[in-house]
Antibody, heavy 121, light 111 residues
Framework: QLQLVESGGGVVQPGGSLRLSCAAS????????LHWVRQAPGKGLEWVAI????????YVADSLKGRFTISRDNVKNTLYLYMDRLRPDDTAVYYC??????????????WGQGTLVTVSS | QSALTQPRSVSGSPGQSVTISCTGT?????????VSWYQQHPGKAPRLLIY???QRPAGVPDRFSGSKSGNTASLTISGLQAEDEADYYC???????????FGGGAKLTVL
């Protein structure tokens, strides 16, 4: 059974940092591109970042570039999102999402349950 | 403000059909056939309904269908059921450097 399980969310002060993890199982992790998508409370979905199957290609949304970094470990079957210099408007549920392609087919066929990040003093 | 424009709300009675529009530009919806649709119930993760404008993943009922004309994509739900009440989001590939854009979401109410 395919599973994506996010962890690492919590409350962090403005200016702080956090690393989210996404443990995957039930499919061949190393064959798929992966994304992070976030959703602020009561708001819509926002695409955050993509990483190709082998980690060689990665891209973070322009509005987040310089603060967020996406990475993966194909031995541990884990996706990561490192977030730095966090701001209150980064408060959101962060979803780990599977792409059916290896470099990106740009749709999302499986979603994790999400992890909530709250940036507040 | 979202890159793609959806109506904030739509409604229909059980058994009826509803269509949710998703308007983009010639740089995303109008150029690429990479429009997808997602259903999200309160407190749950989104679920893929349609990809590549018209394709349905295994397990999605054929009551859900997608189409596109120009810069506007549409999701049609026929034979409305109570469990269809949810938020619906469209998404499109928008090219290198932008990648993926979403609509603001449409709340479907089944009357």
């Amino acid at each position: 059974q395919l599973q994506l399980v996010e962890s690492g969310g919590g409350v962090v002060q403005p200016g702080g940092s956090l690393r989210l993890s996404c443990a995957a199982s039930g499919f061949t992790f190393s064959r798929h591109a992966l994304h992070w998508v976030r959703q602020a409370p009561g708001k819509g979905l926002e695409w955050v970042a993509i990483i190709a199957y082998d980690g060689d290609f990665k891209y973070v949304a322009d509005s987040l570039k310089g603060r967020f970094t996406i990475s993966r470990d194909n031995v541990k079957n884990t996706l990561y999102l490192y977030m730095d210099r966090l701001r209150p408007d980064d408060t959101a549920v962060y979803y780990c999402v599977r792409d059916p392609g290896d470099h990106g087919d740009y749709y999302f066929d499986h979603w994790g349950q999400g992890t909530l990040v709250t940036v507040s003093s | 403000q979202s890159a793609l424009t959806q109506p904030r709300s739509v409604s229909g009675s059980p058994g009826q059909s509803v269509t949710i529009s998703c308007t983009g530009t010639r740089n995303d919806v109008g150029y690429y056939n990479y429009v997808s649709w997602y259903q999200q119930h309160p407190g749950k993760a989104p679920r893929l309904l349609i990809y590549d404008v018209t394709q349905r993943p295994a397990g999605v009922p054929d009551r859900f269908s997608g189409s596109k004309s120009g810069n506007t994509a549409s999701l049609t739900i026929s034979g409305l059921q109570a469990e269809d009440e949810a938020d619906y989001y469209c998404s499109s590939y928008a090219g290198t450097y932008t990648f993926v854009v979403f609509g603001g979401g449409a709340k479907l109410t089944v009357l």
